[in-house]
T-cell receptor, first 113, second 111 residues
Framework: DVKVTQSSRYLVKRTGEKVFLECVQD?????MFWYRQDPGLGLRLIYF???????EKGDIPEGYSVSREKKERFSLILESASTNQTSMYLC????????????FGPGTRLTVT | QKEVEQNSGPLSVPEGAIASLNCTYS??????FFWYRQYSGKSPELIMS????GDKEDGRFTAQLNKASQYVSLLIRDSQPSDSATYLC???????????FGQGTTLQVKP
């Protein structure tokens, strides 16, 4: 069974803090993705990784960075959190054999005050 | 023109009826199409994948694909109140390897 986990369901941080969001998948998937979802704006891709130590910018990478040191783990980093980064953050993974099927983790609702 | 378009709804159907959700896309080279269900406050869950023209059935769900018309739909038969959710259409980009998501259609099934 497909399993993607995220480190926190809810997170509250202060403006200017450095924030780490962790995602782990146990399906040996090559590709991993970070999205944010906001009302009226839908799902927007922040960063993705095709393989270990590889990363590509998505549609809205500004203010974010990522790290993928191991195949199963993909981290999203907010270098200096701002209130406009308050959002639902969703991690997804995909295996090369699965024809684009992406499986999502439970999400992290981040509030920046 | 948005790359993947869905009517935001809400689409309201009575319990036991057929719910029909529609999606159009702009990338003629797309080969993979997906429907995700998302309950309020939860993450999207993959419920259907379709890659060839025609119908694909899985339980009460049927996905329909017409590549010539660039149209994909999801039918839910015998709708239940538990089907009330937002349904996201997603299309595989032919040149980037990414999924392009629609804004979603909210379905309400009334008892």
């Amino acid at each position: 069974d497909v399993k993607v986990t995220q480190s926190s369901r809810y997170l509250v941080k202060r403006t200017g803090e450095k924030v780490f969001l962790e995602c782990v998948q146990d399906m040996d998937h090559e590709n991993m993705f970070w999205y944010r979802q906001d009302p009226g704006l839908g799902l927007r891709l922040i960063y993705f990784s095709y393989d270990v130590k590889m990363k590509e910018k998505g549609d809205i990478p500004e203010g974010y960075s990522v790290s993928r040191e191991k195949k199963e783990r993909f981290s999203l980093i907010l270098e200096s959190a701002s209130t406009n980064q308050t959002s639902m953050y969703l991690c997804a993974s995909r295996g090369l054999a699965s024809s684009y099927e992406q499986y999502f983790g439970p999400g992290t609702r981040l509030t920046v005050t | 023109q948005k790359e993947v378009e869905q009517n935001s709804g809400p689409l309201s159907v009575p319990e036991g009826a057929i719910a029909s959700l529609n999606c159009t896309y702009s990338d003629r080279g797309s080969q993979s199409f997906f429907w995700y269900r998302q309950y309020s406050g939860k993450s999207p869950e993959l419920i259907m994948s379709i890659y060839s023209n025609g119908d694909k059935e899985d339980g009460r769900f049927t996905a329909q694909l017409n590549k010539a018309s660039q149209y994909v739909s999801l039918l839910i038969r015998d709708s239940q109140p538990s089907d009330s959710a937002t349904y996201l259409c997603a299309v595989g980009s032919s040149n980037t390897g990414k999924l392009i998501f629609g804004q979603g259609t909210t379905l309400q099934v009334k008892p």
